[in-house]
């Protein structure tokens, strides 16, 4: 247990902030998610809105770092080309 000011508010702060984190975190995952659902449903219009919403959502947890820069960017790239591989 903390037994400084700085360190007690540092606790209660690091409280704060994972609860944030992890609806951030919660967020991006439902966004991945209905993209999921909307390519294995197969259908291409569905999929393409669902990636159109989950994009800047993804990036959004880039910049409060919930992902890595490069990760959000390869979810993106992987999730468009399967997105782009259903026309075919």
């Given at each position: 247990?903390?037994?400084?000011?700085?360190?007690?508010?540092?606790?209660?702060?690091?409280?704060?902030?994972?609860?944030?984190?992890?609806?951030?975190?919660?967020?991006?995952?439902?966004?991945?998610r209905k993209v999921e659902d909307a390519i294995s449903?197969?259908?291409?219009?569905?999929?393409?809105?669902?990636?159109?919403?989950?994009?800047?959502?993804?990036?959004?947890?880039?910049?409060?770092?919930?992902?890595?820069?490069?990760?959000?960017?390869?979810?993106?790239?992987?999730?468009?080309?399967?997105?782009?591989?259903?026309a075919g």
């Amino acid at each position: 247990m903390a037994h400084h000011k700085s360190a007690k508010k540092r606790i209660r702060r690091n409280g704060r902030r994972q609860e944030i984190n992890i609806a951030r975190r919660s967020r991006v995952r439902t966004h991945l998610r209905k993209v999921e659902d909307a390519i294995s449903s197969g259908d291409q219009e569905a999929a393409r809105a669902a990636l159109r919403a989950a994009e800047p959502e993804i990036m959004r947890g880039v910049n409060a770092g919930i992902l890595r820069k490069n990760t959000g960017s390869r979810k993106i790239s992987r999730l468009s080309a399967r997105v782009k591989a259903m026309a075919g």
